[in-house]
Each structure stands twice: as C-alpha cells, then as structure tokens.
DNA sequence: AACCTCTTCAACCGCGAGGCT
DNA sequence: TAGCCTCGCGGTTGAAGAGGT
C-alpha cells in the first residue's frame, strides 16, 4: 500500500503527514503495512477542511478576531487551510479567511453605501446579473458578499417598488413585449454582457492579487505607510496578434484603467455585430485582417478620445483604433452605447468602414428594441447626472 | 411586558475553476 | 493526463435586532 505514503518527503501531503507521524511512536513503523493503515485511518479523519468535530462555528468572538488579525499581519495568510493551527482557532481555514475578507481586511469601508454606490452596483448588475465579484471590483472597500446582501435587501426591493423586475431590469410591461421577439438584439447584449463580464472578473482576478501582493509587501516592509493599492495595468483576457503592436504597452488593454469609483464611465460600444462576413471587404488594406465576428469593443474614455478595442471571435486578437468621442457627454455617450444610438454605431471602425448600422444590419425590430430598454437606461443615468438629493428623493421613496 | 413578524447581515454550504504533483 | 487540493464564488441560512400589536 505504498502509494499512502508517497508523498511524504514531499509534494501535498507533506504537512498532512508530518502533522500525522509527528505524533507516532516509532514502533508504528515496524511495518509499511501498520504504517499504511494509520495514515489512511488518520487522513479520513482530519482531511476536510471544514471538519466538524471540534471546530467552532458561528459568529467570531472578538478574541478570535485578534488572534486571526495579529496571525495575518504577521505572517501573511498563506495557506488558509493550515493558518488556524498556526493561529491558534479553532475554526476551519475556510472560516477564516471569509471572516478575513468580508471583515478584518483593513481596507474595507463599513456603513451605508452611498447613493453613488447604489448607482453603481445597479449599473453593473444590469451589465453582470449577480456577478457579485466582479461588481465589488468597481466598490473599492466593498465586499461581494456585502454588496449582494445590499442588493437583496435592498436595492431588489426598490427596483421591484419602482416597477423595474431586477433580474431583467425591464419595466415588467416592457417584459413581455421585450420576450416575443428581438431574440437577436436580446443575444447581442447578452453578448455584450458576457464579454465585459469576462473582462471584468479578468481585472477582478488581477486585482485580487495585486491587492494581496501589495498587502504582503506592506506586512514584510511595516515601516512603509499602509496603502491599499488596486491599480492593475494589464487586463490579460485578450491577446494580441502575433507581431503586431509595437511594444510591451500593445499587450495592456486599454479597459483595464475603466473604474466606476472614479466616475469613468465604462462604455460598451456595439460595432453591429455583423453574423456573416459583411465586414470584410470593407477595408483595402486590412480586409484579411478584418474579423468576420466582432462581438463587441470596450472603451474606457478618459479624455475626449476613444479607444476601440476590437476582439475578433475566432482569432483572439485585439485592434485599437483612437477616435474622437462622439457624444458630448460621459453620461449620453454610455446611453447611447448600450442602446446602440445610431449615432455611436456609426463610429469608425476601420478605415473606409460602412456606417455599421448597414453592417449590423438594424432594422425596425432592432431599434425598436434599443428603444424599449431606452427609458430605464435614461432613466438610471438621469441618477447618475442628477444632484445626490435629486438621486437621494428618487432612491430613498 | 410579552409575543409575533419582519429585516438585516454575518456566516455557512456546496460547487466549480484552476493550480500543482 | 488524472487526481488531488485549495481557493473563491454565489446561494442560502439563521441569529439578532427592530418594529408592530
């Protein structure tokens, strides 16, 4: 029975089996076959990280605290499986580190959330359904779990009082007429959605550890002041074609500096979504080039300038092209966008480029669609535009 | 004051993804 | 490549507090 102890020396079960045999009288070692047996007998007990015997659950003393605070600012967390031990609880690792993110970690923000916040967080559930993640991303300070319990307490509750169903984000009499037709449009956005959701849980990943490389850092250097750093530059979830761009900044998406706490607007830029090849030849010089299948670009604005992010399906690469915003403001730019306004599809994707209402071929029905979701989208950027007692009257009926 | 109902939110649970061996 | 392990996510639960009767 080898293969229980194979690992012994090294590889995952190592501190599992040092823990084990620590406490061995030699004499158990008389035989592979008594030795073999005792570790299988022994990892069957203690292997489960949340074993119930004997470990505490429920609501954290204040003590508990302490000890998970002092252990985590000494030592980094490492692993969370062995770091009760080492801490002294007598919680499972999967305890501790949930009541380290969701409450200890020292760059959390408590209290009511603001009417921006509120904002926000429906902003990008409308975007990201309950993709509590990568909604927290764009809350510095905020928790997922803080903001989904937000969300189900209170925000749903609003939206449904409004009359806005807040799965759909629909007014409930849009739901119907919305579901008998337009299935292209709906996939389009639902397209949209699933991109920038990808992107999103990208940077959110990025940010994670960027946020804990920088947590480390600052425990192994305290006499450094305490910043909680979430800037991450390179959103990783596309990359470019061979041998184009012309250096190391070609690699970083232009996406990646998009918050939402920074009053950036992120913007969504249907480029028609052609389905067949419409595209192609639409360009002299690059028509080989010239995707068949553009889902969608993502742009951040932080000027008057935009830049395209163009991800062709089958290839996995990634156009940029700088253009002038065509909107007047950040607020319109993100209406029109996520309605895809006609004046927004009609922005230059490439040279000599078909205005791409024509290349995403939008009839009646389409806009027709854009249309309907038009007054909720207006009516949440009216939020954003408004003054904050304006924004306060409406939330807070 | 006692009881009941509702609300809130910290914590738990189960699952899946991704990394390591 | 398979199996194992850890971690993180999203859904759910239940204790505690608030408010109403």
């Keep these: 029975m080898p293969i229980h102890v194979r690992d012994r020396e090294k590889g995952r079960l190592q501190d599992l089996n040092r823990d084990i045999f620590c406490c061995v009288s030699p004499s158990i070692y008389q035989s592979d076959a008594k030795r073999a047996?005792?570790?299988?007998?022994?990892?069957?007990?203690?292997?489960?990280?949340?074993?119930?015997?004997?470990?505490?659950?429920?609501?954290?003393?204040?003590?508990?605290?302490?000890?998970l605070l002092a252990y985590i600012e000494e030592h980094g967390h490492g692993s969370w499986r062995s770091l009760p031990e080492k801490a002294g609880l007598q919680r499972c690792g999967k305890s501790c580190r949930l009541r380290w993110t969701n409450y200890l970690r020292p760059d959390i923000k408590r209290g009511k959330f603001t009417v921006q916040?509120?904002?926000?967080?429906?902003?990008?559930?409308?975007?990201?359904?309950?993709?509590?993640?990568?909604?927290a991303t764009h809350l510095p300070k905020r928790t997922d779990n803080e903001i989904k319990?937000?969300?189900?307490?209170?925000?749903?509750?609003?939206?449904?009082?409004?009359?806005?169903?807040?799965?759909?984000?629909?007014?409930?009499?849009?739901t119907l007429s919305s579901s008998t037709g337009q299935s292209k449009n709906a996939a389009t956005l639902s397209h949209m959605a699933?991109?920038?959701?990808?992107?999103?849980?990208?940077?959110?990943?990025?940010?994670?550890e960027s946020k804990l490389l920088h947590y480390q850092n600052n425990?192994?250097?305290?006499?450094?002041?305490?910043?909680?750093c979430f800037t991450h530059k390179t959103s990783t979830i596309w990359s470019t074609k061979p041998n184009e761009g012309t250096g190391d900044q070609q690699l970083e998406s232009p996406t990646s500096t998009v918050t939402f706490s920074e009053?950036?607007?992120?913007?969504?830029?249907?480029?028609?979504?052609?389905?067949?090849?419409?595209?192609r030849n639409n360009n002299n010089n690059e028509s080989s080039e010239i995707p068949a299948r553009m889902e969608f670009a993502v742009s951040s604005s932080t000027s008057s300038?935009?830049?395209?992010?163009?991800?062709?399906?089958?290839?996995?690469?990634?156009?940029?092209?700088?253009?002038?915003?065509?909107?007047?403001?950040?607020?319109?730019?993100?209406?029109?966008?996520?309605?895809?306004?006609?004046?927004?599809?009609?922005?230059?994707?490439?040279?000599?480029?078909?205005p791409s209402s024509s290349v995403a071929g939008a009839g009646e029905s389409e806009f027709n669609y854009y249309e309907d979701n038009k007054n909720y989208w207006n009516s949440i950027l009216n939020l954003v535009d408004s003054s904050p007692s304006d924004s306060q009257a409406m939330f807070r009926s």
């Design 194 to 208: 699933q991109w920038e959701s990808a992107r999103l849980e990208a940077e959110a990943r990025l940010a994670r």
């Design 117 to 135: 916040e509120e904002q926000t967080i429906i902003q990008l559930h409308a975007l990201l359904g309950n993709r509590w993640s990568a909604i």
């Design 219 to 228: 425990n192994l250097n305290k006499s450094a002041p305490q910043q909680h």
């Design 149 to 174: 319990n937000y969300w189900n307490t209170h925000l749903k509750k609003r939206l449904l009082k409004m009359g806005i169903d807040p799965v759909t984000h629909k007014h409930k009499n849009e």
């Design 305 to 354: 300038d935009v830049s395209l992010v163009v991800k062709e399906h089958e290839h996995d690469w990634i156009r940029q092209i700088n253009c002038p915003c065509p909107t007047e403001g950040i607020g319109e730019g993100f209406t029109s966008l996520l309605l895809g306004d006609p004046i927004s599809r009609s922005l230059p994707t490439g040279k000599n480029e078909a």
């Design 263 to 279: 009053n950036l607007p992120l913007m969504i830029m249907p480029l028609g979504i052609p389905t067949d090849n419409r595209n």
């Design 37 to 67: 047996a005792f570790v299988i007998i022994v990892i069957t007990i203690i292997s489960p990280c949340c074993d119930k015997a004997g470990l505490k659950k429920g609501p954290w003393t204040p003590e508990e605290d302490q000890k």
